[in-house]
């Protein structure tokens, strides 16, 4: 699978100038608010012609306007998730649900109804009427009504923005299955670097109606312009689960040279894994301490040094082949003369596995 997307659109004072390549899996688009993420979605969907530029997916041009190519929504067969899932009420779920097959031509029927009930967890809401269900379930049921049309590509916009905290985190495991068990590729919008870290295999960010950076989520996420708010920067490492010790109740995950203990629930041997370190929660010293309660510490040489205007510096490690990124003061800096090339001790406390 591949998607090609280049457009320039002028939107009032707003002008957005974007270009990426998908190869298939989850691609983010991430950025702040207003940065052209859903008007970028729109050009793909085909909602919104762009001045100029080129919408392709696997060859077949769906937008080109040089060539005078624009192929309407409808014929895209391409899926689409808002934030808010737009149901019938007056219909069931059962019917909600069928709905999206009425647009699926009937050899493109690929997904079976029963593997995406049982995909997204739904059964017991099928004779349900929507009004009746959590925010979470409506999404769910609007997922699954989007890939019930045999979509080629599904578009996401923000499609857990509107939940509360407890609802994103009961539907995201639902989104990790989509991905892993399906192979319809998804674009998916949003502004949450942890929904983003979780789930994107590629991420475009996006800033001002400009692509800021694109490539593979764990390098992009790693670096700390990726966050826009600055409490959410921080290294997004894959690693495979080695054990777990039952007792302690930690996981024992091992990174590229590393091994990390993940506390919180039991996780399967072998299985593969994100984990996100904080910025904010990496100290550094020059010697490797003791007497600490910190389990990680991870040796490192630093690489760089972003310093910034609120006295802080952002630093860089590469512990092994492993980046770590540890937000300091800019006197703390000083007096332990950090530069790069120097060998310093991450001393980790926080550890967040993503998924
Ligand atoms: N039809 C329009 N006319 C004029 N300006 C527009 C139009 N559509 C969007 N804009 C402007 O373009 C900019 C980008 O909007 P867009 O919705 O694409 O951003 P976004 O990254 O999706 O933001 P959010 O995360 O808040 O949804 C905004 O400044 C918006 O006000």
């Known amino acids: 699978m591949t998607l090609i997307v280049q457009a320039k659109q002028r939107l009032g004072a707003f002008s957005l100038d974007a270009a990426f390549t998908s190869e298939g899996g989850v691609t983010a688009l991430f950025g702040r608010s207003g940065s052209g993420k859903t008007s970028l979605i729109r050009i793909i969907a085909g909602l919104a012609r762009p001045d100029e530029g080129r919408v392709a997916l696997d060859g077949e041009t769906l937008t080109d306007t040089a060539a005078g190519i624009f192929v309407p929504k409808h014929r895209r067969r391409f899926g689409y998730v808002f934030q808010e899932a737009r149901l019938f009420p007056h219909l069931s779920v059962r019917a909600n649900l069928t709905y ?36 979470g379930e409506r999404q769910r049921v609007a997922i699954g009504r989007a890939l019930l049309s045999s979509p080629r590509l599904l578009l996401m916009d923000e499609p857990l923005a509107a939940l509360d905290e407890a609802r994103k985190a009961e539907i995201l495991p639902y989104l990790e299955r989509l991905r892993d068990e399906t192979e319809i590729p998804i674009v998916y919008v949003s502004h949450a670097i942890a929904e983003v870290a979780r789930l994107a295999n590629q991420v475009v960010i996006m800033d001002d109606g400009k692509v800021e950076a694109t490539g593979p989520a764990v390098d992009i996420l790693s670096h700390a312009s990726a966050a826009s708010d600055r409490k959410e920067a921080g290294a997004l490492l ?32 072998g299985r593969s894994v994100r984990i996100r370190i904080p910025s904010r929660d990496v100290m550094l010293a020059t010697a490797r301490p003791e007497g600490l309660s910190a389990l990680n510490i991870l040796e490192g040489r630093i690489e760089d040094m972003a310093p910034d205007d609120d006295g802080t510096v952002e630093i860089r490690l590469d512990c092994d082949g492993d980046t770590v990124l540890s937000r300091i003061t800019a006197l703390s800096c000083e007096r332990l003369d950090l530069r790069p090339g120097k060998t310093v001790f991450a001393i980790i406390k926080t550890v967040a596995l993503e998924g």
């Open 100 to 135: 999206g097959r009425w647009f699926a031509p009937r050899a493109a029927r690929g997904e079976s109804f029963d593997h995406i009930i049982d995909l997204l967890g739904i059964e017991t809401l099928l004779e349900r009427s929507p009004t009746k269900l959590s925010g």
């Open 238 to 269: 894959e690693g495979t689960v080695e054990s777990f010790d039952a007792r302690h109740r930690l996981s024992i995950v091992a990174l590229k040279s590393n091994r990390l203990h993940v506390p919180g629930t039991a996780l399967a041997s």
